[in-house]
């Protein structure tokens, strides 16, 4: 029995992975210059498997990176542990001279705990107490720098960096990074853009001015085309592009949809996609994602939800039209308070004029109903 070809719901390497091949010689240069980089994305738009792929091809030229998610820390004692635990393994010693290294760098010598897990991989953390957690959250943040010491270089992954904003951290973690060298280099990603514009764009806080904005578009409909057509005439099965136009005009190109709808297709497909199997695929993908879309929608405010599917209505063009406004009986300044409040929640973003939903997915399944 064949393995299916397409694969999501995790970071997508090797094989699994579609083009990205000018954006990720771009990244490698300006990881190479020692450039610090900030890199938003919505959900599911695959940021964190462009950039683990990019670094992971680095390794081949002794390029060493880190990688931490910040989206379920809880509190500053739990940032620390969790990053000096990826930064300690990161070196692939054994434990004692694991240990022995951070003794010999970290000056305020809280002590440095080993557990194992039931594979027997070390898993590190510091006994902390509450008066020393700053000083030694700065001594933690300066071991990059020791690392490169010896003429490595290092790239540091925070994702969803946003969440940065819980504790209160942004000028520590500034003031103790910016003396390090291009031998450092900082990659922060998230998909709140909201929360990432007042840390990178507001002239008060101090982030501004501080890193490249590096944008990754969208991968074009040829580029899937020539992926999936491939995967399926690879496992003796077929896709006509009229298929690859209907997934992409639903999944706008979002890597983890596109690779979904892709996967189950092929699952579904025994030797040709007609409009049957189409169809039945598009319904189990949407099933998938219906208890995370109801509970978005249950989150909204009466008004969101009407300013919502006036945009969806409307194709985010012209909005402000009292026609739709008196058939879903909001008046201007309430749609405008809605409109502003899916814009903090991520749910819709602007280009030029030109209002859309951030999930495509999430937009049919609006439409649909």
């Not at 090797?14 to 210059?33: G, Q, V």
């Not at 003429?151 to 500034?174: C, L, M, P, T």
């Not at 409909?221 to 099965?237: D, G």
């Not at 749910?347 to 999430?362: A, G, M, R, T, V």
Request: overall charge neutral; some cysteine; glycine content about 4%.
């Amino acid at each position: 029995m064949k393995e299916n070809p397409f694969y999501y719901g995790g970071a997508v390497l090797d094989e699994h992975f579609c083009n990205r091949i000018d954006e990720i010689k771009e990244l490698k240069k300006d990881i190479n210059a020692g450039l610090n980089l900030l890199i938003y994305a919505p959900r599911r738009f695959g940021k964190t498997s462009f950039v683990l792929k990019t670094v992971e091809e680095l390794k081949e030229n002794n390029v060493k990176y880190v990688f931490l998610d910040l989206m379920y820390l809880s509190t500053l004692d739990d940032f620390i542990n969790k990053y000096f635990n990826v930064l300690a393994k990161s070196l692939q010693e054994p434990t004692d001279k694991i240990v022995s290294f951070f003794k010999n760098i970290i000056k305020i010598r809280p002590n440095i705990n080993v557990s194992f897990d039931l594979a027997g991989n070390p898993n590190f953390s510091l006994a902390l107490n509450g008066e020393d957690s700053i000083k030694t959250f700065e001594e933690v943040l300066n071991i990059p720098f020791e690392f490169v010491k010896n003429g490595q270089k290092i790239v540091i992954i925070f994702d969803e960096f946003q969440e940065i904003v819980n504790f209160e951290i942004e000028a520590k973690i500034r003031s103790v990074i910016q003396h390090h060298s291009n031998k450092v280099s900082y990659i922060f990603m998230g998909s709140k853009k909201s929360l990432l514009h007042e840390i990178f764009l507001n002239k008060n806080r101090p982030f501004y001015k501080s890193v490249k904005h590096f944008k990754i578009q969208e991968i074009k409909q040829n580029e899937w085309s020539k992926f999936i057509k491939s995967k399926f005439n690879a496992t003796n099965k077929s896709i006509d592009d009229i298929f690859i136009e209907k997934i992409f005009l639903l999944t706008k190109g979002f890597p983890y949809y596109t690779q979904q709808f892709a996967y189950e297709l092929w699952n579904n497909c025994d030797e040709k996609v007609n409009d049957d199997i189409f169809y039945k695929t598009l319904k189990i993908v949407i099933e998938r994602e219906e208890d995370l879309f109801t509970m978005e929608w249950d989150n909204l405010t009466i008004n969101q939800k009407k300013a919502l599917k006036i945009v969806v209505e409307k194709n985010g063009i012209s909005l402000y039209d009292e026609q739709y406004f008196a058939k879903y009986q909001i008046k201007s300044g309430s749609f405008q308070v809605a409109l502003n409040g899916l814009m903090k929640k991520d749910i819709i973003d602007k280009n030029s004029s030109i209002y859309y939903i951030c999930d495509p997915l999430f937009e049919y399944w609006i439409k649909k109903d």
